[in-house]
């Protein structure tokens, strides 16, 4: 097997798998508005998974004092945006 063929299909499994990430992270924010997060346990998975990838940001923009006073959840906005970015530039390696 060639290096490019292994690394297109490494390529194309991290890109799956941010795809679910960020699907997790979507249904995270859809479920907030629709059923009772205490009890859900589908929102609950989200947020196990969710966070993984939003508590570096939320660590990152706590240090340099960004968005605090907002209500928005910036670092969430944040990780799922530089995905994005990821996810977009994955396709291209």
Known sequence: MKLEAVLYIIAKAVQLALGMVMFCMFLRVIL?????VNSNKIYAFC???????????????AKLNIFQ???LDAPFMVAYIF??????ILPAI
């Open 32 to 36: 907030q508005f629709f059923v009772d």
């Open 47 to 61: 947020v196990t998974v969710s966070e993984l990838f939003v508590m570096p940001f939320r660590a990152i923009m």
């Open 69 to 71: 006073n907002t209500p």
């Open 83 to 88: 995905l994005s970015i990821i996810t977009a």
